[in-house]
């Protein structure tokens, strides 16, 4: 998952044009994008929508439904379920408990509706609250459907009441900051994809790059987008370089050729076990990205 683009799940208009973003996954949203009264209507356009479209594209779905607080979840997993959305998307979610309990719901859901058990993922943001970011360790080995960790500011706001999540120049304060960092290494932590929040000024493109630049250096996989302009530039900052592939590439056939030693050189600088791993790892994400055979 390099990009995941938010669309309403209100709008057929929103959904056809989101769905023709070219994002890795397309997130239907149930939750802030919908008002209180448009709830149920936003179920039903959601679900014929992904039902009747989900096979003209390469995009995964994924709906983001309303937060197990809000009494709200069981009735959207009904209605969508069944059009067999790729994966949930758990808004404020404040532990590894919360997953566990969503999984055991759709466990329910897809029996119902004669899925395989473990078929619908489950992705949760996890610094929407200050318990959240508190208990960002918990989410290791909750659940096999866990398919990555995301995180958000706006919410995390709200929540303790800072007046903005950035500083003067644009940079994330000091709480958001380690609020983004915990989401980094609780994904390490579990083994999962490290996905990157939104950035609300779709306008200002430059700062947005920056901020896709900054997030794959530091370990993030892929980033959410809020329109679809977004999207190419989150592909190409997360897809790796040619240069970055064949330095990988170099690095693994050493170790392979090697024996599989705990040191290799090439060119002169040595390499380590560590440095094997990073390598893998780029080379999996060329190849989820489609850059390599």
């Not at 909750?142 to 919410?155: H, I, V």
Request: aromatic share 6%.
């Amino acid at each position: 998952m390099r990009s995941l683009l938010f669309v309403p799940g209100d709008s057929e208009r929103k959904l056809e044009k989101g769905f023709e973003a070219g994002a890795d996954v397309v997130i239907v949203d149930l939750e802030d994008s919908v008002a209180a009264a448009s709830k149920a209507a936003a179920r039903a356009t959601a679900a014929g929508f992904i039902s009747s479209q989900r096979h003209r594209t390469g995009s995964a779905f994924y709906v983001r439904v309303n937060d197990l607080s809000t009494g709200l979840t069981d009735d959207d997993l009904a209605a969508l379920v069944p059009a067999k959305p790729d994966g949930i998307m758990l808004p404020k979610s404040n532990s590894g408990q919360d997953v566990q309990q969503l999984a055991a719901k759709l466990r329910v859901h897809e029996a119902e509706n004669g899925l395989l058990d473990g078929t619908i993922s489950i992705l949760p943001i996890i610094t929407e609250t200050a318990s959240g970011v508190l208990a960002a360790a918990s989410y290791a080995g909750t659940s096999p459907r866990l398919a990555g960790l995301t995180w958000g500011a706006e919410d995390l706001s709200a929540a303790i009441g800072a007046r903005t999540a950035r500083d003067e120049s644009g940079r994330y304060t000091d709480v958001f900051r380690l609020a983004r960092t915990m989401t980094i290494l609780a994904a390490g932590a579990a083994e999962v994809a490290a996905i990157d929040t939104v950035f609300p000024d779709f306008r200002d493109m430059a700062a947005f790059e920056t901020e896709c630049r900054e997030a794959e250096r530091d370990g993030f996989t892929g980033k959410m987008a809020i329109h679809p302009a977004q999207v190419p530039v989150i592909n190409a900052a997360f897809t790796p370089s040619a240069e970055a592939v064949a330095r990988s590439r170099a690095i693994v056939d050493a170790f392979a050729a090697a024996g599989n030693p705990g040191v290799v050189g090439i060119d002169g600088k040595m390499y380590d076990r560590p440095h094997l791993r990073l390598a893998e790892r780029l080379l999996a994400r060329a190849r989820a990205a489609g850059s390599l055979a």
